[in-house]
Nanobody
Framework: QVQLAETGGGLVQAGGSLSLSCVAS????????MAWLRQAPGKEREFVAG????????YYADSVKGRFTISRDNTKNTVYLRMNSLKPEDTAVYYC????????????????WGQGTQVTVSS
């Protein structure tokens, strides 16, 4: 399985922006569907956004559609999450995930996970 490492979390005021990055190693990055998921305290982990192998297809949770953008650079083995118009309810630990099975973007049963990065949005 590919190894994943997220960076870019932090504290931001409501209405602000933040970008997350996830660098993959140990696998052929372009073979992997990639995604971001998040987990807030006391809540179940939820899907945020996903992107296909070559970036031609993207998927978003309704709660972030129009505010967040997922992208990937296969030359840098990196997937990004640009978050705009952040809300306090976006506060969570954000995880990068990957799998060679593109169906995992739908069932969220990813085989590889990063350690997570904290995003805190203050009101």
């Amino acid at each position: 399985q590919v190894q994943l490492a997220e960076t870019g979390g932090g504290l931001v005021q409501a209405g602000g922006s933040l970008s997350l990055s996830c660098v993959a190693s140990g696998g052929t990055f372009s073979n992997y569907a990639m995604a971001w998921l998040r987990q807030a305290p006391g809540k179940e982990r939820e899907f945020v956004a996903g992107i296909s192998w070559v970036g031609g297809s993207t998927y978003y949770a309704d709660s972030v559609k129009g505010r967040f953008t997922i992208s990937r650079d296969n030359t840098k083995n990196t997937v990004y999450l640009r978050m705009n118009s952040l809300k306090p309810e976006d506060t969570a630990v954000y995880y990068c995930a990957a799998d060679e099975d593109p169906g995992t973007i739908v069932d969220h049963n990813f085989g590889s996970w990063g350690q997570g990065t904290q995003v805190t949005v203050s009101s």
